[in-house]
């Protein structure tokens, strides 16, 4: 599959984003997604995951309860939604894909990566 992402912007704290992150490739059925993110100088994170089914997500403890992320498959979209922005959230943020079981939570897992989308959250 080839990923998109898109979605991102300048935003203050405390306000909300949602990335979206289409297929222009192959159907997203049967892949295991992902978002990450990258800030400058620090490597890159987990942020979020949901199964092939959509049925069982996964989430870093730092943005647990805060950005829900959800599949949409007939779309071949899958979206995050960013609430409660902090700073600390600036980043660059990539979605991903992997057909394999495995630890979500690890980019070694996924094989097929978005562009990035640029997240800035001003405090």
């Known amino acids: 599959v080839q990923l998109q992402a898109s979605g991102g912007g300048l935003v203050q704290a405390g306000g909300s984003l949602r990335l979206s992150c289409t297929s222009s490739?192959?159907?997203?059925?049967?892949?295991?997604l992902g978002w990450f993110r990258q800030a400058p100088g620090k490597e890159r994170e987990f942020v979020a995951s949901i199964d092939w089914t959509g049925t069982r997500t996964y989430y870093s403890d730092s943005v647990k309860g805060r950005f829900p992320i959800s599949r949409d498959n007939p779309k071949n979209t899958v979206y995050l939604q960013m609430n409660s922005l902090k700073p600390e959230d600036t980043a660059v943020y990539y979605c991903?894909?992997?057909?394999?079981?495995?630890?979500?939570?690890?980019?070694?897992?996924?094989?097929?990566w978005g562009q990035g989308t640029q997240v800035t959250v001003s405090s």
């Open positions: 490739g192959r159907t997203f059925s049967g892949y295991n």
């Open positions: 991903a894909a992997t057909s394999r079981p495995g630890p979500y939570g690890s980019a070694g897992l996924y094989d097929q």
